[in-house]
């Protein structure tokens, strides 16, 4: 990971320690490898420990400690946050959706276990998600129904899914800016979004706070995905760890297709700074937030 | 619907206004078929308004009964385990599992949408289960936590997609009757136990009432599914609404295939017997359950 902006603050430490945290959380939450059926918990780890960035839950706890809140009641949450990420990535890389045989410089998992077997890996991750939500600690201003109310909606068919389903359906066709961004809200910030709210959440937060990092999180999704765009254009399968070039080759719509590149890197930039204004009621506390913005926008992979 | 054992009680009339509010309330639970993007939308209600028998949902509405309960409590949990019920079927029917081309007499949701947007389908709905099951009433006893918790352990790694996998990992190998028992539990008894359960939990049920229902389901479970087989082997594609004799033809580890036809059928009347036992303690009160449970052994699709 690159260094962050503020030279006091060295986002690789702390970005190493929470992903330590979230991996041992993760451990603890799936079942085993080896409980019956194995197979299935074999595939679930697969692909939740395969490499991942980690980069919903490190949002999640950044969000908390800005408004002020522990690791500890925050870890669940952002355990949640990645098993719905990495379901909608085994499911994502399917035959029947965008047939991506590597993913993080590793066979996808219907590569290895089959598609079958990777169907129903996606369904567990998606239901442990909320098994762990409901079952986690809940705090006095936000319940377990606003918690999982919270993760449901930004991965239902209105959002995530709603997301995918629009990318499936723009392929080869000429998509509008405002068809692609719609594509991004869904498929980027609505998960993004939500990750940075129950961190929030976690951490009892205001209403007034919970709006902040509702605009952050929009932004910074909005951003992210330009950058995916961006990076599929400029990087190699190698630096990508996933098939570079692949939007090119499927004529997908993308920012850089549809803008051009430069004016994909302003957009870029142009919402981070959106970001970053929606955490100035923070004053200084969502310094890890700041980070992670910083190193999104900057990142090469 | 054939009739039920008390003269009095007419399941036919019982079951048909109990599916109408079912169908009303899935209606207005799920996105309309024209809000974006229509195809999942589309997709979602084509199997959830696809004929299904809404067993489930007349368990749990029953045992809402059988606990004093009403109907509008129970409603929105009985269409959360309906979304999950279906997911499970839009998701197992798919080539890279069971490979079915029909379902309730209908193309199955890949065979009309694709397999993508099937895979997307399943999803939206297992997620949409849970917003509608985090979104309903609550009641003093039973929280949203325990509701969600019930849904998701009850679909889980552990339980249905247990079920599945083991389904699917035993096609074409010699099962014991033990392995066979294992997957009829998961695949079948833990949805209906669940039901019967979240029944009684929208009923503010008492622990001594939770546990009746739960040896209800189980037993219940187990027997419709042995009964299943049964019908596999004896009855038409016409009349099952679905393809007849696949398990054979799968060499499928079926009830009738390990242990014949008699002793199948006389275990699936044991079992029975032990689910009406279960009902004792509810002294006449759970005469939709008892009826339910007739029907259930003595059906012929």
Redesign the interface.
Known sequence: MSTARTPEFQLNDWVQHRSREVDAALNRLL?KAT???A???KA?RYSIFAGGKRMRPALLLAAAEACGGGIKPALPLACAIECIHT?SLI?DD?P??DNDDFRRGKPTNHKVF???????A???L???A??I???CD?WPRY???DL??E???A????QL??G???D??GEGRDLSVAELKYIHERKTSALLCASVRLGGMSANCTPAQLKALTDFGYNVGLAFQVIDDILDVTQTTEKLGKTAGKDVAAQKATYPRLVGLDKSRKIAAQLTKRAFDALKPFKGRAIALEALAHYLLHREH
């Open positions: 079942p409980t019956r059926p197979t299935i918990h679930m379901y499911h399917l029947a959706m089959g598609e079958g077997i990777a169907v129903l996606g369904d567990a998606l239901t442990q909320f098994e939500a409901a079952g809940a319940s377990h129904r999982v109310l993760i449901a909606r991965s239902g068919s209105l899914i709603a995918q389903v629009a499936l359906e």
